[in-house]
């Protein structure tokens, strides 16, 4: 099993930025990919970003390419998300998840295998 714990959340004005992390425990070192997904208020969880476990490729939504970066720190079992030039379309709860097995397309929310509990980011106008 693997525990995935986020932080770093909270509330920031447009422009700001915020980086989240997401801790990860238990049995990590099978991980093939971790991602980071968001949940906005009434709508449903939506890809942000994702990156392997070698750490050369890298996947970005459309919506944060060029603001956001992920980066995985394999000997801390930690993946962040660095998050810059936010906006108030930001504001969602971001999850953190792990994929356990190679797959195709890690935009996929069904092809990860454990999630966090998620931490809210809001950013105000």
């Known amino acids: 099993q693997v525990q995935l714990v986020e932080s770093g959340g909270g509330l920031v004005q447009a422009g700001g930025s915020l980086r989240l992390s997401c801790a990860a425990s238990?049995?990590?070192?099978?991980?093939?990919?971790m991602g980071w997904f968001r949940q906005a208020p009434g709508k449903g969880r939506e890809f942000v970003a994702a990156?392997?476990?070698?750490?050369?490729?890298?996947y970005y939504a459309d919506s944060v390419q060029g603001r956001f970066t992920i980066s995985r720190e394999n000997a801390q079992n930690t993946v962040f998300l660095q998050m810059n030039s936010l906006n108030p379309e930001d504001t969602a709860v971001y999850f953190c998840?792990?994929?356990?097995?190679?797959?195709?397309?890690?935009?996929?929310?069904?092809?990860?295998?454990?999630w966090g509990t998620g931490t809210q980011v809001t950013v105000s106008s």
């Open positions: 238990g049995r990590t070192a099978s991980m093939y990919a």
């Open positions: 990156i392997v476990r070698s750490r050369t490729a890298a």
């Open positions: 998840a792990a994929e356990a097995l190679y797959s195709p397309n890690l935009r996929e929310q069904a092809g990860y295998d454990y």
